[in-house]
Nanobody
């Protein structure tokens, strides 16, 4: 059973930090692309980061570059998203997804991040 479970979201003040986790089961993180995307209230999905497991390849949207960092622990089968210097516009539901040729196949149910004073 392929499953992705996000965790680590919560309420944080502007300028604060959170680390999100995406626990993968039913497959390993070897030789796959993993994505983080988010959906803000009343807005569409926004891609924010991609990691290619097993290689030094990471990608970030301009909106988070320099503040967010994607990584993976292939032994634990977990993908992380370290989020620093959070801004209110980072408030969203954050999803991880497994990449395939042409898009993605499995998504988690998301974890809520709220950045507010």
């Amino acid at each position: 059973q392929v499953q992705l479970v996000e965790s680590g979201g919560g309420l944080v003040q502007p300028g604060g930090s959170l680390r999100l986790s995406c626990a993968a089961s039913g497959f390993t993180l070897r030789a796959v692309y993993m994505h983080w995307v988010r959906q803000s209230p009343g807005k569409g999905l926004e891609w924010i980061s991609t990691l290619r497991s097993g290689a030094v390849e990471t990608y970030y949207s301009d909106s988070v570059k320099g503040r967010f960092a994607i990584s993976a622990d292939t032994d634990k089968n977990i993908v992380y998203l370290q989020m620093n210097n959070l801004k209110p516009d980072a408030t969203a539901v954050y999803y991880c997804a497994r990449g395939i040729v042409g898009g993605s196949d499995y998504w988690g149910k998301g974890t809520q991040v709220t950045v507010s004073s």
